[in-house]
Each structure stands twice: as structure tokens, then as C-alpha cells.
């Protein structure tokens, strides 16, 4: 018989009861005890849930107050010591100091680092986050199980079949941290084991059969070492004698597949979506007294799955495989609890999306044909084929026009027109900017007033001509507060943006938006993709009218502000019926479009951010040449159809860019800011010695701390990057856009940024400088 089963379930509620609960604790206005008491409701309806739709287990350890890894550290009790806790920190208290920082004790003389909340990072390839162990030579592990414990006897009182689930630990060990120098998280290795067989037993004399290990590093290209550590891992486990389904996803196992069929654990779950090319290696590889958990269901994105191609591959292999367990790739947790009756989405939107309840039905009804014969199943397949059916054929989703443009693009449509030399020239004799021209990223503070009139005009309260005005007055006090401080590039400020891919998705063909489909972030933070699936077209200019107005009120020179192909492409769910480099594409030729008319309005300097490129790249470093081939081109087309004296600018930011340093200057930006103060400048050596060719704006100041950065701290980190970059090409300006803060932190930061510039301009002159092609003020 066929089972079925999820790695995981999303915790945040249907209606975000969790995070609302979360939330609520923290400012104080739960107890402890209702917070419990809530997040078991949502615990309990995720159960019901997995057993309605006839799952075989529920999965427990899943469900987290704020992130899984957390969970783990907490479980190992590896707290940093820096935390200095105390017998009288309750454990959440603990775990919530970990999450979000712990609170200053008045007069206490502590450094900076002292109680800061830890890392956060993302999660793979996804857009969840989660935060970092941190591991030095004090690092020692123990099992406080009893919260997991706690959640197993909870479901089992319930009557569920329980399968715990765990990350393994030599992923564990991986997304950790090493803060001592010379100490390799992999030396932990043998500290942690016995923890892990203690936990196991424990488990298994809790009555648990079955539980779940998530090793996803198995899809990594991982260092010999750590390869050669998972036998000896999964010996030691195997002492514990509980029936272990090792979990691998979200990237193919390559070269780590045999290890993974050989490892001494009783079932394998391969994600069939990202690595369906290697199921044939594995059903000959994976011993046949091993289960094979097959994860047929995409659990990364939100599309009705094709249910008769997934019985084709699952039903040849039911006669080497009776007993085959099939899953979603990975934890549903990376879609929405629910798209069935979102109230935004069309009823025909509806037909075509599928979230984590609709995805555990499809399995259900695969288990099912499996089980019981297809003719069990033929009224619900036959639902599901009119759907798919109708999706493809329909024509909201393909547009004739924007497949023809695509194929009818000139082969130098993503090239300027000139080299970058040219252009520079051309743009300085135009501009006339200083040395160490000083500008922002984009947003100004989306202050309460703002969003307060958004609401309103969402809610129809506020009319559009009046919204319209109130923006207005906005962009103009943005502009003002500019001149005032002396910036050089001005922004307008972005006060009429929601978010920086919703904004520009509202206004494409091919987006819709649903009003519940979120996903989580990050803890209690969470996300609201944008569904992608038609074919991309502009209706009309987006943000000309805007830009334009804002550049009306100055002589100085005010900059377009697009979000770009690759980041409206990866922070939305994108459509699966055609390769994401066409979808890339057709999105480039919409804000090429975009930024055409950004031009002829007079605009000339345009950003196009483009935060996301780092995060799109695969897992695997094989597969990155093709994407960044293609991702680069995309925002080159984007980019180019502009004068030589128009200036293009990219931003990026919150990713490690070091290994992509040729392909980011393959996208030939004229000017590219970048978020660098989180590695104190670390990120400039790389554009140092890479040399990079064009100009940059390393930033100078993080944007997520209230705190005012000095004009000689400022001034500091610009003589640091000075020494890697030469000065004539160095910009000034923040990591990111400003709009989570208050306007008072703001102006007094963006003060020492334009004072601090002057200062290097003044000693650049004094100094023999490189900076003389510029002129100065
Ligand atoms: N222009 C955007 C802003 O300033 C960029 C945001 C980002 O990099 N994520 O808010
Ligand atoms: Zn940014």
C-alpha cells in the first residue's frame, strides 16, 4: 500500500493567527500561557488537516513560535553564551532574546554584540530566514526535549500517527556559524551525536516509529570532509534503533546520491520536482527494503499539480516499489495554508493554484488512483485536467503580442550603445556631479500618515485625485528635505509604493494578487508573493508621472526608481509553463518599456534594483553559468535602450556577492549602490580586486539600526573603500532605502553622509587625487 505524508505543514494559521499571537506576546499583551494556547489551536488544525486529507503521519517539530532552526538550538541547548543567561529566563524568553535581540539592561557597560539578536539568513534557495547558531570553543550540547516531546504526546493524545521532524544534524552543523578562529563547525560533529541518539530514543520510547531527518545540504556541492562525515552520522544514529526517513530537497544529490541510497537509515525522501532526472538512479540505488518517500507535489510553488503526470512516473515504479511513500517535494511551509476560496483571486485564478491544503489533497487523491485504481478517482482527475486544461489554453495567460516581441528581439537589444567609457563621459559633461556624489536608495519613511492614507484609499475611503494630492505633498517634502541636506541625486522617495514588486505587479498584465496567500519570512514577518502567470505586459507607463512631478521641483537631477526583471520574477510565484528565463524576459521588456519613457519624460538617471539576483542562483554551482547568462541579459535588456548620457544605476543588497562579481558587472550598470556596511567594507575588497570597471556606491551606513552613524565613522568606511576602489568612481550613499525609519534618524544621518562626502572631496583635492575628471560644486 501506498503512503503519504508532508515534511512539514506551514505554522502561521490561514488567517495569521500565529503571527498575531506572536505579536501580541511580545508587546505584552498575552500571557505566556495564551500564546501556548493559541499556537496549539494552530498545531491541532494542521493535524486535522494532514489526517482529512489522509496522510498516514501527521508531522510534529515542524511547527515553530518563530523559526525551526531556532527550535534545534534550544533543543542542543547551544545558546551563545553571549546571551548570559540566567537560571530566572524562562526558556521562551530565552528563545525570543535569541530571535529578536535581548534588552539592554540600563547602565549595563556591555559591547554591541552583547545581547544582539542573532543572524538571520535565508533558508537555501527560498525566501524564508532563519537565524544562525553560533558556535565557538565554549559551544557544548545537551537535549532539552521537552518542548518536542511535549508537541508528540500532544498529537498522539489526539489519536494522530505522529513523524516527528528534524533537521539532520550535519545540516545543523552547516547553517551554523564558527565565531572562534581555527574552530570548523564540523569539529562539533561528535559533541553532537550522542545528542541526537539520546533525543532518538527518547522519541522512540515516547511511541514514536518513524521519524523524519532533513539533511537538504545532501543537494549542496559539499566539501569532502563533510561528505565523508554522514556514514559515520548515520552509524551512530542507527544505535537508537528508530526507523529513520532521511529528507533531502530542493536540489538534485549529483555526485551524493549513492551516499544518500547507502546511508544505514530505513527510507529516503528525494524531491522529484527539483531532481526528477536522478528517480531512476535512486529506484536502482536505494535498496529494496528502504522506503522511497517520492516528493511528487511542488511544495515551492502554488500551481494545481498535473496529476496524470505524476501518475506516470509513480505507477511504474509501484512494481519495484509496493510499499512507495509519496510527499511534496519539501515543507509546505514556503506556500500559502490555503488558496481555495481566496477572496481576491477570480474563481478561474482559483481553479489553476493550489496551497498547502489543496496540496495534501492532491496527494490524497494520488494515493488514491495508486491504492485503489484510477477509476476510483476519475471524477476529482477529471476536474483537475478541465482546470490544467483551461490554464493552458487560456488567454489571459498567453498574449500573442509579448511572445512575438520576445522572439523578434535584436540580438543587441541588451547591449548599450555605447561602451562604458563613452557613456561616463557623456554623462559627466551632463550631470556635472561632484566627487563622491552623494544620493539614496530609493524609499524615504513610509511614515504612520502615509500608510494610514494607502489604507484608506485601498478601503475606498480616500479618494484617488485626493491620494493622488496627499502623495504629492509627500514627494515634495521629500524633495525639500533633499535639497536641504545638500544631496546630490535625488530620489522622490517612493512614498506612493506599497512594495516594491507589488506596486509594479498591479499595474502588469500577467499578475494577480490574492488577499491571504501569505507565506512566512521571517519569524513572525510575513510575505505576500505576487501570483505570476500570465504573459507580462505593460498597460502604461507605471511611474513616470511621479518621477517626472519630483523632478518638476528641483534643478538637480531626480532619479527613476524600477524595480527589475529578476527581482519581480523571485519575489513572486512564478508560472511552470514556460522556462523562467522567457518569463524574465518578457517581465525585461515591460520596464525597458518603462524606462524608455522615463527618459523622454527627462528623467536622467534610472535605478533599477535588482535585491534578488544573488538569490536566484541554484543551488548547484554547475547550474549558475546558465542562470546568471540569463538573468544578466534580462536586466541588460531592461537597461539598455537608453542615450549614452542617460545613467543607468542598479542596487543590491543582504547577499553574499562576492562570487558573482563578473556577472554583476556584466550587467554594466553605469552605477551600482550595494549594501556593504554589514561586512564593514569586506564586500569592496572583492570589487577592489576584481576591478571593478564602473562606478559604485558601496553603502555607507546600516539602515536597519536607529542609530546615527557619525560623520568620522562615514568618513572612515569612504577611506576604506578608497583604497580599494578608485576615488573619481566611488558614490556615497546608504546600504538600502530608508523606508522603515523615522524621519528625524533619517535627516541627521543623511547630514553626516553629505558632510562626511565633503570631507573627502576636501582632502581628495588636497591630496594629489584621482578624482580631478569631476567638477566640483
Ligand atoms: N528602491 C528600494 C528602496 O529604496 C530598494 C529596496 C531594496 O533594495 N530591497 O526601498
Ligand atoms: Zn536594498
Same mark, same amino acid.
Given at each position: 500500500?501506498?503512503?503519504?505524508?508532508?515534511?512539514?505543514?506551514?505554522?502561521?494559521?490561514?488567517?495569521?493567527?500565529?503571527?498575531?499571537?506572536?505579536?501580541?506576546?511580545?508587546?505584552g499583551?498575552?500571557?505566556?500561557?495564551?500564546?501556548?494556547?493559541?499556537?496549539?489551536?494552530?498545531?491541532?488544525?494542521?493535524?486535522?488537516?494532514?489526517?482529512?486529507?489522509?496522510?498516514?503521519?501527521?508531522?510534529?517539530?515542524?511547527?515553530?513560535?518563530?523559526?525551526?532552526?531556532?527550535?534545534?538550538?534550544?533543543?542542543?541547548?547551544?545558546?551563545?553564551?553571549?546571551?548570559?543567561?540566567?537560571?530566572?529566563?524562562?526558556?521562551?524568553?530565552?528563545?525570543?532574546?535569541?530571535?529578536?535581540?535581548?534588552?539592554?539592561?540600563?547602565?549595563? /557597560?556591555?559591547?554591541?554584540q552583547?545581547?544582539?539578536?542573532?543572524?538571520?539568513?535565508?533558508?537555501?534557495?527560498?525566501?524564508?530566514?532563519?537565524?544562525? #547558531?553560533?558556535?565557538?570553543?565554549?559551544?557544548?550540547?545537551?537535549?532539552?526535549?521537552?518542548?518536542?516531546?511535549?508537541?508528540?504526546?500532544?498529537?498522539r493524545?489526539?489519536?494522530?500517527?505522529?513523524?516527528?521532524?528534524?533537521?539532520?544534524?550535519?545540516?545543523?552543523?552547516?547553517?551554523?556559524?564558527?565565531?572562534?578562529?581555527?574552530?570548523?563547525?564540523?569539529?562539533?560533529l561528535?559533541?553532537?551525536?550522542?545528542?541526537?541518539?539520546?533525543?532518538?530514543?527518547?522519541?522512540?520510547? &515516547?511511541?514514536?516509529?518513524?521519524? !523524519?531527518?532533513?539533511?537538504?545540504?545532501l543537494?549542496?556541492?559539499?566539501?569532502?570532509?563533510?561528505?565523508?562525515?554522514?556514514?559515520?552520522?548515520?552509524?551512530?544514529?542507527?544505535?537508537a534503533?528508530?526507523?529513520v526517513?532521511?529528507?533531502?530537497?530542493?536540489?538534485?544529490?549529483?555526485?551524493?546520491?549513492?551516499l544518500?541510497?547507502?546511508?544505514?537509515?530505513?527510507?529516503?525522501?528525494v524531491?522529484?520536482? %527539483?531532481?526528477?532526472?536522478?528517480?531512476?538512479?535512486?529506484?536502482?540505488?536505494?535498496?529494496?527494503?528502504? +522506503?522511497?518517500?517520492?516528493?511528487?507535489i511542488?511544495?515551492?510553488?502554488?500551481?494545481?499539480?498535473?496529476?496524470?503526470?505524476?501518475?506516470?512516473?509513480?505507477?511504474?515504479?509501484?512494481?519495484?516499489?509496493?510499499?512507495?511513500?509519496i /510527499?511534496?517535494?519539501?515543507?509546505?511551509?514556503? $506556500?500559502?495554508?490555503?488558496?481555495?476560496?481566496?477572496?481576491?483571486?477570480?474563481?478561474?485564478?482559483?481553479?489553476?493554484?493550489?496551497?498547502?491544503?489543496?496540496?495534501?489533497?492532491?496527494?490524497?487523491?494520488?494515493?488514491?488512483?495508486?491504492?485503489?485504481?484510477?477509476?476510483?478517482?476519475?471524477?476529482e482527475?477529471?476536474?483537475?485536467?478541465? &482546470?490544467?486544461?483551461?490554464?493552458?489554453?487560456?488567454? %489571459?495567460?498567453?498574449?500573442?503580442?509579448?511572445?512575438?516581441?520576445?522572439?523578434?528581439? #535584436?540580438?543587441?537589444?541588451?547591449?548599450?550603445?555605447?561602451?562604458?567609457?563613452v557613456?561616463?563621459?557623456?554623462?559627466?559633461s551632463?550631470?556635472?556631479l561632484?566627487?563622491?556624489?552623494?544620493?539614496?536608495?530609493?524609499?524615504?519613511?513610509?511614515?504612520?500618515a502615509?500608510?494610514?492614507?494607502?489604507?484608506?484609499?485601498?478601503?475606498?475611503?480616500?479618494?484617488?485625485?485626493?491620494?493622488?494630492?496627499?502623495?504629492?505633498?509627500?514627494?515634495?517634502?521629500?524633495?525639500?528635505?533633499?535639497?536641504?541636506?545638500?544631496?546630490d541625486?535625488?530620489?522622490?522617495?517612493?512614498?506612493?509604493?506599497?512594495?516594491?514588486?507589488?506596486?509594479?505587479?498591479e499595474?502588469?498584465?500577467?499578475?494577480?494578487?490574492?488577499?491571504?496567500?501569505?507565506?512566512?519570512?521571517?519569524?513572525? %514577518?510575513c510575505?505576500?508573493?505576487?501570483?505570476?502567470? @500570465?504573459?507580462?505586459g505593460?498597460?502604461?507607463?507605471?511611474?513616470?508621472a511621479?518621477?517626472?512631478?519630483a523632478q518638476?521641483?528641483?534643478a538637480?537631477?531626480?532619479? @527613476?526608481?524600477?524595480?527589475?526583471?529578476?527581482?519581480?520574477?523571485?519575489?513572486?510565484? $512564478?508560472?511552470?509553463?514556460?522556462?523562467?528565463?522567457?518569463?524574465?524576459?518578457?517581465?525585461?521588456? &515591460?520596464?525597458?518599456?518603462?524606462?524608455?519613457?522615463l527618459?523622454?519624460?527627462?528623467?536622467?538617471?534610472?535605478?533599477?534594483?535588482e535585491?534578488?539576483?544573488?538569490?536566484?542562483?541554484?543551488?548547484?554551482?554547475?547550474?549558475?553559468?546558465?542562470?546568471?547568462?540569463?538573468?544578466?541579459?534580462?536586466f541588460?535588456? &531592461?537597461?539598455? @535602450?537608453?542615450?549614452?548620457?542617460?545613467?543607468?544605476?542598479?542596487h543590491?543588497?543582504?547577499?553574499?556577492?562576492?562570487?558573482?562579481? #563578473? !556577472?554583476?558587472?556584466?550587467?554594466? /550598470?553605469?552605477?551600482?549602490?550595494?549594501?556593504?556596511?554589514?561586512?564593514?567594507?569586506?564586500?569592496?575588497? @572583492?570589487?577592489?580586486?576584481?576591478?571593478?570597471?564602473?562606478?559604485?556606491? #558601496?553603502? +555607507?551606513?546600516?539602515?536597519?539600526?536607529?542609530?546615527?552613524?557619525?560623520?568620522?565613522?562615514?568618513?572612515r568606511?569612504?577611506?576604506?573603500?578608497?583604497?580599494?576602489?578608485?576615488?573619481?568612481?566611488?558614490?556615497?550613499?546608504?546600504?538600502?532605502?530608508?523606508?522603515?525609519?523615522?524621519?528625524?534618524?533619517?535627516?541627521?544621518?543623511?547630514?553626516?553622509?553629505?558632510?562626511?562626502?565633503?570631507?573627502?572631496?576636501?582632502?581628495?583635492?588636497?591630496?594629489?587625487?584621482?578624482?580631478?575628471?569631476?567638477?566640483?560644486h
Amino acid at each position: 500500500m501506498i503512503k503519504s505524508h508532508t515534511l512539514g505543514f506551514p505554522r502561521i494559521g490561514a488567517a495569521r493567527e500565529l503571527k498575531f499571537a506572536v505579536e501580541q506576546f511580545w508587546r505584552g499583551e498575552l500571557t505566556e500561557a495564551a500564546l501556548q494556547q493559541r499556537a496549539a489551536a494552530v498545531r491541532q488544525r494542521n493535524w486535522q488537516q494532514q489526517i482529512d486529507a489522509g496522510l498516514d503521519f501527521v508531522s510534529v517539530g515542524d511547527f515553530s513560535l518563530y523559526d525551526h532552526v531556532a527550535d534545534h538550538i534550544s533543543l542542543f541547548g547551544c545558546a551563545p553564551a553571549r546571551f548570559a543567561f540566567t537560571d530566572s529566563d524562562t526558556p521562551l524568553a530565552r528563545y525570543f532574546s535569541m530571535a529578536r535581540g535581548a534588552a539592554q539592561q540600563e547602565g549595563a /557597560a556591555c559591547c554591541h554584540q552583547h545581547g544582539a539578536a542573532l543572524e538571520m539568513t535565508k533558508w537555501f534557495d527560498t525566501n524564508y530566514h532563519y537565524l544562525v #547558531p553560533e558556535f565557538d570553543d565554549a559551544t557544548r550540547f545537551s537535549l532539552h526535549a521537552a518542548a518536542l516531546l511535549a508537541e508528540v504526546a500532544e498529537a498522539r493524545a489526539l489519536g494522530h500517527p505522529v513523524k516527528p521532524v528534524l533537521l539532520g544534524p550535519l545540516t545543523f552543523l552547516w547553517l551554523g556559524k564558527s565565531k572562534a578562529a581555527g574552530l570548523e563547525c564540523l569539529a562539533l560533529l561528535d559533541q553532537l551525536l550522542p545528542v541526537y541518539v539520546q533525543l532518538l530514543q527518547q522519541l522512540k520510547a &515516547a511511541g514514536v516509529d518513524w521519524v !523524519q531527518i532533513d539533511e537538504p545540504i545532501l543537494g549542496l556541492d559539499l566539501p569532502g570532509d563533510w561528505v565523508l562525515a554522514f556514514e559515520r552520522s548515520y552509524h551512530a544514529l542507527a544505535t537508537a534503533h528508530l526507523s529513520v526517513l532521511l529528507a533531502t530537497y530542493f536540489s538534485p544529490l549529483q555526485g551524493q546520491l549513492s551516499l544518500a541510497c547507502k546511508l544505514p537509515v530505513a527510507g529516503l525522501h528525494v524531491d522529484a520536482i %527539483r531532481a526528477a532526472d536522478e528517480l531512476t538512479a535512486v529506484l536502482d540505488w536505494l535498496p529494496p527494503h528502504k +522506503v522511497l518517500s517520492v516528493g511528487i507535489i511542488d511544495g515551492r510553488n502554488i500551481w494545481r499539480s498535473d496529476l496524470d503526470a505524476a501518475l506516470e512516473v509513480l505507477t511504474p515504479m509501484l512494481a519495484r516499489r509496493p510499499g512507495l511513500w509519496i /510527499a511534496p517535494s519539501c515543507s509546505l511551509l514556503h $506556500v500559502p495554508v490555503t488558496l481555495a476560496d481566496d477572496g481576491a483571486l477570480d474563481a478561474e485564478l482559483r481553479s489553476w493554484v493550489a496551497g498547502a491544503c489543496e496540496k495534501i489533497a492532491e496527494l490524497h487523491l494520488l494515493k488514491r488512483a495508486l491504492n485503489d485504481g484510477h477509476a476510483s478517482v476519475a471524477a476529482e482527475m477529471a476536474t483537475t485536467r478541465a &482546470a490544467l486544461a483551461a490554464r493552458r489554453s487560456s488567454a %489571459r495567460v498567453s498574449k500573442p503580442a509579448v511572445a512575438a516581441r520576445v522572439a523578434a528581439l #535584436p540580438a543587441a537589444a541588451d547591449r548599450r550603445r555605447s561602451v562604458f567609457s563613452v557613456r561616463q563621459a557623456a554623462q559627466r559633461s551632463r550631470f556635472k556631479l561632484p566627487a563622491f556624489p552623494t544620493t539614496t536608495i530609493g524609499s524615504f519613511p513610509q511614515t504612520a500618515a502615509i500608510r494610514a492614507m494607502r489604507a484608506a484609499h485601498k478601503r475606498g475611503e480616500l479618494a484617488e485625485d485626493a491620494y493622488h494630492t496627499a502623495m504629492r505633498r509627500e514627494i515634495a517634502a521629500a524633495v525639500a528635505e533633499q535639497e536641504a541636506l545638500g544631496i546630490d541625486v535625488l530620489v522622490h522617495g517612493e512614498a506612493e509604493r506599497n512594495d516594491m514588486v507589488e506596486y509594479f505587479g498591479e499595474q502588469l498584465d500577467g499578475f494577480a494578487f490574492s488577499a491571504n496567500g501569505w507565506v512566512q519570512s521571517y519569524g513572525s %514577518r510575513c510575505v505576500k508573493p505576487p501570483l505570476l502567470f @500570465g504573459d507580462v505586459g505593460r498597460r502604461g507607463p507605471m511611474t513616470v508621472a511621479w518621477s517626472a512631478y519630483a523632478q518638476s521641483l528641483s534643478a538637480r537631477p531626480v532619479k @527613476g526608481m524600477l524595480t527589475g526583471p529578476i527581482t519581480l520574477l523571485q519575489w513572486s510565484f $512564478v508560472r511552470d509553463d514556460q522556462p523562467r528565463s522567457r518569463t524574465a524576459l518578457q517581465l525585461a521588456l &515591460a520596464v525597458r518599456d518603462e524606462v524608455a519613457d522615463l527618459e523622454a519624460a527627462g528623467i536622467g538617471i534610472i535605478q533599477i534594483d535588482e535585491p534578488a539576483l544573488r538569490e536566484g542562483l541554484p543551488l548547484r554551482r554547475a547550474a549558475w553559468p546558465a542562470y546568471l547568462e540569463w538573468a544578466t541579459a534580462a536586466f541588460r535588456v &531592461a537597461a539598455s @535602450g537608453v542615450d549614452d548620457a542617460t545613467q543607468v544605476h542598479t542596487h543590491m543588497c543582504y547577499a553574499q556577492f562576492n562570487d558573482i562579481l #563578473p !556577472q554583476i558587472a556584466a550587467m554594466d /550598470a553605469d552605477v551600482i549602490t550595494i549594501e556593504t556596511s554589514r561586512s564593514d567594507m569586506a564586500l569592496l575588497r @572583492g570589487f577592489g580586486e576584481f576591478a571593478y570597471p564602473n562606478e559604485i556606491g #558601496p553603502g +555607507v551606513y546600516d539602515i536597519h539600526s536607529p542609530r546615527v552613524p557619525s560623520v568620522d565613522a562615514i568618513a572612515r568606511l569612504l577611506r576604506k573603500a578608497a583604497e580599494v576602489i578608485p576615488a573619481s568612481q566611488l558614490w556615497v550613499n546608504p546600504d538600502c532605502g530608508l523606508k522603515t525609519r523615522d524621519w528625524p534618524e533619517t535627516r541627521a544621518a543623511l547630514a553626516n553622509m553629505v558632510t562626511a562626502a565633503r570631507q573627502l572631496r576636501a582632502e581628495s583635492r588636497t591630496s594629489s587625487s584621482t578624482v580631478g575628471e569631476r567638477t566640483e560644486h
